[in-house]
């Protein structure tokens, strides 16, 4: 998804006094040279046609920055030093302990320096904060209103571009039949895998464009234009106009794909158990499904989560989190009418897999450094029964590819 490179940038500029083009360095912790900007496109009207200099007074080191191609060849995104967006009214401590406690955070609305662009090479790239040190030069030259919601539209445009690439929808086969006499043709394990991973990636990509456009009065309109998202944008043109009919969209196909296509297949499922009224409270869980969210609750209450992506605890807990939820997708009452196909339930045995494997290792990962032996042995617990649900799944699979 995009490169955020706000904490890891030192100091650099940009230059928009040749409209149409934009240029402009940035240097960043770790690197020996500055990044090459070289964009088509102009900045927002308050930074169109002049330089912009910038300075980050606690800069830090981020790994993923030095990894980045010098030369940022590409198209430009929203560049403004004028967006608004909340933030956090009281200090970094004083929000953990809000957090911690469950109160509401204050905040309050800023102009936030907002530095956005599409390299040929590495995608999507963003500088996002309101904490650095601007110098703008006078205009060199001047944007009208009109010329500015020209350059806003242009630069949807690059966002849903480069959505779709991360989505990569899967194009029927029209060649390929999906029914025989009158019978649904059931998908595969390796089918129902490539279903599972371009849902995955609708889902990167709509957390990409929530956290662009959530602050933004027109939020639901973007949202569904990057989204490719024809048929929902129909939908609220005939809204607006007074149509009866807005609904009919989620029955509907377009090139690029319908309003209801971010559902997954699991969500699909839970449509059609209120309709039968059957709800996922009213059935008993399979005894590897309780375990599994018996498991994920203990871990919590043992570790909590920190929020912080990559520390154990917050993989540990998220990853057990995440088997509990699709196992409960997959696996039933016996007495009930609905019966998942056996490629589909492979497919999410398998992603079950990953998780359980990544949550071992951060298991090990806190028991190492544990001090306390009460604790240590409580982790020693939660690795082994971890290890029993995966030798469960792994048994589970064989059994269905026998079947």
């Known amino acids: 998804m995009a490169w955020r490179l706000d904490e890891a940038v030192e100091h650099g500029m940009i230059d928009n ?44 080191t981020d790994t993923d920055a030095v990894s980045l191609d010098t030369e940022q060849t590409g198209i430009i995104g929203d560049m403004t030093a004028s967006r608004k967006a909340r933030v956090p009214a009281i200090s970094d401590a004083e929000m953990d302990e809000h957090m911690q406690q469950g109160i509401e955070i204050p905040t309050n609305w800023q102009n936030t320096l907002y530095l956005e662009w599409f390299s040929e090479i590495n995608g999507r790239v963003l500088i996002e904060t309101t904490g650095f040190r601007l110098s703008i030069s006078s205009h060199e030259w001047e944007m009208d209103q009109d010329e500015e919601e020209a350059q806003k539209l242009a630069n949807l445009g690059a966002m849903r571009d480069f959505l779709a690439q991360v989505i990569r929808r899967i194009e029927p086969d029209p060649d390929k039949p999906t029914r025989k006499n009158n019978v649904s043709i059931e998908m595969n394990e390796y089918e129902w895998e490539e279903r599972l991973k371009e849902s995955d990636r609708l889902t990167d990509a709509y957390q990409e464009a929530l956290e662009k456009y959530m602050e933004d009065t027109d939020s639901e309109r973007k949202e569904a234009f990057v ?23 989620d029955n509907e196909e377009d090139e690029e794909g319908s309003g209801s296509e971010w559902m997954s297949a699991d969500d699909d499922d839970e449509e059609e158990e209120e309709e039968d009224g059957n709800s996922w409270e009213d059935r008993e869980s399979h005894p590897l499904q309780s375990m599994a969210q018996e498991i994920a609750m203990r871990a919590f209450t043992l570790v909590g989560r920190d929020g912080k992506q990559d520390s154990p605890q917050e993989r540990l807990v998220s990853n057990l989190m995440q088997v509990s939820a699709k196992l409960a997708g997959v696996l039933h009452d016996k007495e009930d009418d609905y019966e998942p196909e056996a490629g589909f339930i492979l497919a999410v045995l398998k992603r079950c897999l990953s998780w359980i494997n990544e949550s071992i290792g951060a298991c090990a990962g806190l028991i190492d450094p544990e001090e306390d032996p009460d604790q240590k042995a409580a982790l020693e617990h939660l690795r082994d029964e971890i290890f029993d649900i995966r030798d469960g799944i792994i048994e589970m699979r064989r059994e269905l590819k026998k079947s």
């Open 227 to 249: 989204m490719g998202w024809d048929g929902l944008l129909g939908s609220m043109a005939n809204r607006e106009e007074g149509h009866e009919d807005y609904d009919d969209f």
């Open 17 to 60: 006094t040749v409209e149409g083009t934009t240029t402009g360095k940035i240097w960043l912790v770790g690197r020996d040279e500055p990044l090459i900007l070289s964009l088509n496109g102009d900045c927002w009207r308050d930074l169109a046609g002049t330089v912009l200099e910038f300075e980050n007074p606690e800069p830090s």
